[in-house]
């Protein structure tokens, strides 16, 4: 089983707003908190000792103040730090592979709503099939706590095997004590593009079927978690612009994505993509096969 929430520091805003989110996620996890700082000297042969010497510096001022911030929010959590050498995403990805979550900041788009997730943060994520929560630094002032809407919102699609997401998802609305919002976007089939003429039933017929298909989907999960308040939404439309409007009053936003490859790498669902780069809630993904 693993014990313990990994955090990526580098000493930028949204890094500590990724190790605060995170040390919150250990507290009710009760579980130990480890912070790590990934220093790349890989890519960069030609530098100098004292310029070594500084990078090392910057290392541990960034790790030292994330834990005596973290220290001073929860005094009774377990909290390490560990400084690693190589490309900063390979590093992330390996320490997050005994860790039962991986946090990481992501930067706001300017005065847009929504994540500009770094080429860091993107290689990890695809690199680890341990669970990834995006975090974006708030607009508040960091002292201040974040607005907590009690509710969390996880996007499926009813015609994969998502228990993992499922899981994650559930588990995690269970040991907050708060609500869980299940959102799914449907299309009409193809052929019916080339129908002479429409039959709004039709529509209605489908929409019917796909709820049936939804509740039949959280059925087990309701029966294991039965005290836990679920809501189930299945429309037609696209379902990341859903998530994404949803996760406006949401404490975290949760979707998943296939581990399969394509020859040119891991790839990204079109929800997860929209969701990780417009939604302001923390976003987890949850990798599945």
């Not at 490309?87 to 930067?107: F, I, K, T, W, Y």
């Not at 690199?127 to 607005?147: I, N």
Request: aromatic letters at 6%.
């Amino acid at each position: 089983m693993k014990h313990h929430v990994t955090v990526g520091v580098d000493g930028s805003p949204e890094s500590r707003a990724a190790a605060r989110w995170g040390a919150r996620e250990a507290a009710l996890r009760e579980v130990p908190l480890r912070l790590v700082h990934a220093v790349d000297w890989l890519i960069s042969p030609a530098v100098t000792r004292p310029g070594r010497e500084a990078a090392d510096r910057w290392a541990d001022e960034a790790l030292t103040a994330a834990l005596e911030d973290v220290r001073r929010r929860h005094p009774g959590l377990e909290v390490s730090t560990r400084c690693l050498s190589g490309r900063p995403a390979a590093a992330l990805a390996a320490e997050a592979a005994d860790a039962g979550l991986l946090v990481l900041g992501s930067r706001g788009v300017g005065g847009l709503v929504g994540f500009l997730v770094g080429s860091v943060s993107w290689s990890t994520l695809v690199a680890t099939e341990t669970p990834v929560a995006l975090v974006r630094r708030p607009d508040a002032p960091e002292e201040a706590e974040p607005v907590r809407y009690g509710e969390i919102v996880l996007g499926v699609d009813i015609h994969e095997a998502a228990d993992k997401v499922l899981a994650f998802a559930f588990e995690e609305a269970d040991r907050r004590g708060c609500a869980l919002r299940v959102i799914h976007g449907w299309t009409m089939p193809s052929i019916y593009r080339y129908a002479p003429f429409f039959d709004p039933e039709n529509e209605r017929e489908i929409g019917r079927s796909v709820t049936v298909m939804l509740d039949d989907m959280l059925m087990p999960w309701r029966h294991r978690f039965p005290f836990l308040s679920v809501t189930r939404e299945a429309f037609m439309g696209p379902a990341g612009d859903q998530l994404v409007r949803a996760a406006a009053r949401a404490d975290l936003v949760v979707v998943g994505r296939h581990l399969r490859r394509s020859p040119l790498g891991a790839q990204m669902g079109s929800v997860a993509h929209a969701v990780l780069h417009h939604a302001t809630a923390p976003v987890a993904v949850i990798a599945h096969d």
